[in-house]
């Protein structure tokens, strides 16, 4: 437990704070453009959305466009959101600022503050974002945007319960959307609640059987099934997936728990020879020696395996080969790893359920990052650390 994989700018949940728009769209938007310079022409308020949006995409041709467009038209604070939100888009904050300060009317306050909002949460300033977004939505309780920037805000910050109310709203709102539903599976797997995150990963297929992320989605869902002990279910599932040594072992598991045995051999040994030091691998096939009663032949690979200082069950099973052979000092110091590494993993969730119950508190942020540092994961060391 206590694995969450948070991520920051432009990782899985940089495009989580982005408008559904892309692909097609950006012909229409571009089209769009070449329209509004010729009758009948759209709106002001069609071009500006058209501006942000291709703005977000990259499409900075046609952003360049709209803000040209824009003021030929004299609607120079609608070219200031447009051109604020592609200085946003290429990483310039601080000149985007300067630029939203020209944007007075009221009419367009909402969108000037979504888009500083956006720049807070770029640069990391989570209760700037939290102080912007929540009067707007007291006004306006289904602001998309806002509930998408505040999404990936709480859950940069490790605050789940707010990020999953909000990426709750999101999903609701925005129903084509697959990634909220993604997120939503993601974190319910990180905190071991397996069989609530299933439906979220279906929906989010549902909602996009093509999506970028289909393949490690695709994984994520199989690995919940097969925790669920939905072992026919996870094969179906990996079955749906270009073929990967973390799917083999992971359909190898489930053959395994189906009574399949030569064939969760074979798929292991395949693994193997692509990768003879890999950790989960070795410990499957050491499993399953030690299974079938060849507990000398067991003993090699679970050495090989318990090399990860950090490994439970493979210090676990080690423990039980070399007890089998009569190796019991040995067995003694394997089974203490495995006892210190199941308390710091049992301190790491304690934190984490601490974290996610008070969400402003920086020190149990520093405690999970050093937590994570003696766990041998310097990735959640420095998500941790960016949190606190």
């Given at each position: 437990?206590?694995?969450?994989?948070?991520?920051?700018?432009?990782?899985?949940?940089?495009?989580?704070?982005?408008?559904?728009?892309?692909?097609?769209?950006?012909?229409?938007?571009?089209?769009?453009?070449?329209?509004?310079?010729?009758?009948?022409?759209?709106?002001?308020?069609?071009?500006?959305?058209?501006?942000?949006?291709?703005?977000?995409?990259?499409?900075?041709?046609?952003?360049?466009?709209?803000?040209?467009?824009?003021?030929?038209?004299?609607?120079?604070?609608?070219?200031?959101?447009?051109?604020?939100?592609?200085?946003?888009?290429?990483?310039?904050?601080?000149?985007?600022?300067?630029?939203?300060?020209?944007?007075?009317?009221?009419?367009?306050?909402?969108?000037?503050?979504?888009?500083?909002?956006?720049?807070?949460?770029?640069?990391?300033?989570h209760r700037a974002v939290e102080e912007m977004l929540k009067p707007l939505l007291q006004v306006q309780p289904e602001l998309l945007d806002a509930h998408r920037l505040l999404s990936v805000s709480y859950y940069d910050l490790g605050a789940i319960d707010g990020a999953l109310e909000h990426l709750t709203a999101v999903g609701r709102l925005d129903p084509n959307d697959p990634r909220p539903m993604r997120l939503l599976g993601l974190i319910h797997s990180d905190y071991e609640l397996y069989a609530e995150a299933i439906p979220f990963y279906v929906e989010s297929l549902r909602?996009?059987?093509?999506?970028?992320?289909?393949?490690?989605?695709?994984?994520?869902?199989?690995?919940?099934?097969?925790?669920?002990?939905?072992?026919?279910?996870?094969?179906?599932?990996?079955?749906?997936?270009?073929?990967?040594?973390?799917?083999?072992?992971?359909?190898?598991?489930?053959?395994?728990?189906?009574?399949?045995?030569?064939?969760?051999?074979?798929?292991?040994?395949?693994?193997?020879?692509?990768?003879?030091?890999?950790?989960?691998?070795?410990?499957?096939?050491?499993?399953?020696?030690?299974?079938?009663?060849?507990?000398?032949?067991?003993?090699?690979?679970?050495?090989?395996?318990?090399?990860?200082?950090?490994?439970?069950?493979?210090?676990?099973?080690?423990?039980?080969?070399?007890?089998?052979?009569?190796?019991?000092?040995?067995?003694?110091?394997?089974?203490?790893?495995?006892?210190?590494?199941?308390?710091?993993?049992?301190?790491?969730?304690?934190?984490?359920?601490?974290?996610?119950?008070?969400?402003?508190?920086?020190?149990?942020?520093?405690?999970?990052?050093?937590?994570?540092?003696?766990?041998?994961?310097?990735?959640?060391?420095?998500?941790?650390?960016?949190?606190?």
């Amino acid at each position: 437990m206590g694995n969450l994989r948070f991520a920051s700018g432009e990782g899985f949940l940089g495009p989580l704070a982005r408008g559904g728009v892309c692909g097609l769209a950006m012909v229409a938007v571009a089209a769009s453009v070449t329209w509004f310079l010729q009758p009948p022409a759209v709106t002001k308020d069609q071009l500006l959305s058209m501006g942000l949006a291709a703005a977000e995409w990259g499409e900075f041709s046609v952003a360049r466009s709209v803000v040209r467009g824009l003021q030929e038209k004299g609607c120079e604070e609608e070219a200031a959101l447009v051109l604020a939100k592609t200085l946003i888009s290429k990483g310039f904050y601080q000149p985007a600022v300067d630029v939203l300060s020209a944007v007075e009317s009221e009419s367009l306050e909402t969108r000037r503050w979504l888009l500083l909002a956006e720049v807070a949460q770029w640069e990391g300033r989570h209760r700037a974002v939290e102080e912007m977004l929540k009067p707007l939505l007291q006004v306006q309780p289904e602001l998309l945007d806002a509930h998408r920037l505040l999404s990936v805000s709480y859950y940069d910050l490790g605050a789940i319960d707010g990020a999953l109310e909000h990426l709750t709203a999101v999903g609701r709102l925005d129903p084509n959307d697959p990634r909220p539903m993604r997120l939503l599976g993601l974190i319910h797997s990180d905190y071991e609640l397996y069989a609530e995150a299933i439906p979220f990963y279906v929906e989010s297929l549902r909602r996009s059987p093509g999506q970028p992320d289909r393949d490690d989605l695709l994984l994520e869902l199989a690995t919940c099934q097969e925790k669920q002990r939905q072992y026919s279910e996870a094969i179906d599932t990996l079955a749906q997936r270009p073929s990967s040594p973390a799917g083999e072992l992971l359909k190898a598991k489930c053959l395994l728990a189906l009574g399949n045995r030569e064939e969760a051999q074979a798929a292991v040994v395949a693994v193997l020879r692509g990768d003879p030091n890999d950790i989960e691998a070795l410990l499957l096939q050491g499993t399953i020696l030690l299974e079938d009663g060849d507990v000398q032949a067991a003993i090699e690979p679970l050495r090989h395996a318990a090399s990860d200082q950090n490994h439970y069950l493979a210090h676990v099973t080690f423990a039980k080969a070399l007890a089998a052979v009569g190796r019991d000092e040995e067995a003694g110091r394997e089974q203490e790893t495995a006892a210190r590494i199941r308390e710091t993993r049992q301190k790491f969730a304690d934190l984490h359920k601490e974290a996610w119950e008070n969400p402003q508190d920086a020190d149990v942020r520093w405690q999970l990052a050093e937590t994570a540092a003696n766990l041998g994961r310097p990735d959640l060391e420095a998500v941790w650390k960016a949190a606190a």
